[in-house]
């Protein structure tokens, strides 16, 4: 009883000094030091106001820059439903998702050598001995046949001292972040290209209104000018002018009818669908949706948070920083645990006898002294990396700013340009009126009237693309500003 309990003792006391050596080992792989330098935000220079501000603006509070579904300000039922549809199907944002799952997958690859390794095995195997004879052909030793049982674990853990692993998982985790803010990105371009898309379909749809309404007024004109011809009041020369600019009116709209549907087209492809797809949907004409007066503009520093691209560009930056001191520690030994426990027996009966039993544990280490410089050059290589990434996100921030500033600008001439061609409509309907009323009463020629029919069905059109512009404007500026990400859940992470 005495011997046995020694025994019992002594499988404790190894049990326990091995617990306490996995416990410090996990201690110090998790507090050793960490090379490499640590990862800082960049602070860019941004202006602390815009150097562009639309007319009547003023500067907005916190709530009312949420961008998340700015689409929402055209108060259109159509281009809503088109925009939440789009963010269900459409096959880039799909992509960038897939992205997504890719950097969380790669992300817990990289976690997982932080801790140990398990494998278990087994194996069987049966082996012949030969027999051998001495020199009189006397048999001194008979063949054998022996069969080998073997099944147990083997266990490795390598221990992070010099944080070469956490850095890998840093990176790993920067990565994710940056496809998060990639599948952010492309969600920011799919709305803005919806809703543009959208409105221009309006408009076209509008500019073909426009054009048959005054197909038909230089019809009537023309016959007009044909009854006068016919009773000698008119040339034949202004027959032939009223004629040709029907025809010249008449030659756009199939122009016109094909761009609109080709904006039809493109939209369908946007929801994941064939081009074909919305043709019933949106064929009909509808007005195009009115751009509301006031413009979201905030302050220049808001972009640093709330643009997709700068956030992604950040990202890189923080994963370019790891990746040095993941090449770093290299230039440092590793330490691992290994061990392994079974059991082996030439019978399948003892297998699992106690006596049948085996184990082995110690440390080990390695440490690369020479490699003829590719330790350093890696080294060098990630800190070029690291620079390359910060220069790209100077230039991502610089990028942005001008999107903005551009988006103010052309907003801000737009609308002077809308107002003086809504002008220009007044004016030249009148001159219609006029010129028509005076060639029936004789007192100008026809060339009058055409010129008139003319310079209003121009500016009719203008008009109607500066509607267009403004709202396709105001996209732009929504997309610049970085806005619709956030309708997404939280749940990419």
Request: aromatic share 6%; with cysteine.
């Amino acid at each position: 009883m005495l011997r046995g309990d020694n025994g019992d003792s002594l499988r404790r006391m190894r049990a326990c000094n091995l617990a306490l050596l996995a416990g410090f080992c996990l201690v110090l792989s998790v507090t050793g030091c960490t090379v490499g330098p640590d990862f800082r935000s960049p602070e860019p220079l941004v202006p602390a106001a815009w150097a562009g501000v639309l007319a009547g603006t003023r500067p907005l509070t916190p709530a009312e820059t949420d961008l998340a579904r700015w689409w929402s300000v055209f108060d259109d039922p159509i281009l809503t439903s088109l925009v939440e549809r789009a963010v269900v199907s459409n096959l880039d944002l799909k992509q960038a998702e897939s992205g997504v799952r890719q950097a969380r997958a790669s992300r817990g690859i990289a976690a997982s050598g932080l801790g140990p390794s398990i494998d278990a095995g087994g194996s069987f195997q049966r082996s012949r001995s030969p027999g051998f004879a001495g020199r009189e052909g006397v048999i001194r030793g008979d063949a054998s046949t022996t069969n080998l049982y073997q099944t147990g674990f083997d266990a490795g853990w390598e221990l992070d001292i010099f944080g070469g692993l956490r850095r890998s998982v840093e990176a790993a985790e920067a990565d994710l972040l940056a496809a998060v803010e990639t599948r952010r990105d492309v969600l920011v371009t799919l709305t803005a290209e919806v809703a543009r898309n959208y409105v221009e379909l309006r408009a076209f749809q509008q500019r073909i209104d426009i054009a048959r309404r005054n197909l038909r007024a230089q019809q009537d004109s023309a016959r007009l000018t044909r009854l006068r011809f016919e009773a000698g009041f008119a040339s034949g020369l202004d027959v032939a002018n009223a004629d040709a600019q029907v025809a010249t009116t008449a030659s756009q709209i199939p122009l016109l009818e094909a761009s609109a549907q080709q904006s039809i087209y493109i939209l369908g492809v946007l929801l994941g669908h064939e081009p074909a797809a919305l043709l019933q949907e949106l064929s009909p004409a509808e007005d195009i949706p009115a751009a509301p007066p006031l413009a979201p503009v905030g302050i220049p520093s808001d972009l640093l948070r709330r643009r997709p691209d700068i956030r992604r560009a950040e990202a890189e930056i923080h994963g370019a920083t790891a990746r040095i001191g993941v090449a770093t520690a290299d230039l440092f030994p590793k330490f691992s645990l290994t061990g392994s426990m079974g059991f082996q027996s030439s019978t399948s009966s003892s297998l699992f006898d106690w006596i049948s039993h085996f184990w082995s544990f110690g440390p080990s280490a390695t440490w690369r002294i020479f490699d003829t410089g590719k330790t350093l050059s890696n080294i060098e290589l990630q800190k070029a990396l690291e620079e390359q990434s910060v220069i790209a996100y100077r230039q991502t921030v610089l990028t942005a700013l001008q999107e903005v500033e551009n988006a103010l600008v052309v907003s801000t001439k737009e609308q002077e340009h809308r107002e003086a061609l809504k002008d220009s409509v007044v004016a030249n309907r009148k001159a219609v009126e006029l010129a028509r009323q005076l060639y029936v009463e004789g007192q100008t020629d026809f060339l009058s009237v055409l010129e008139a029919q003319r310079s209003l069905f121009a500016t009719e059109d203008a008009l109607t693309q500066s509607n267009g512009t403004l709202a396709t404007n105001l996209i732009a500026l929504y997309k610049a500003l970085g806005g619709g990400w956030r309708t997404t859940s939280e749940s990419e992470r």
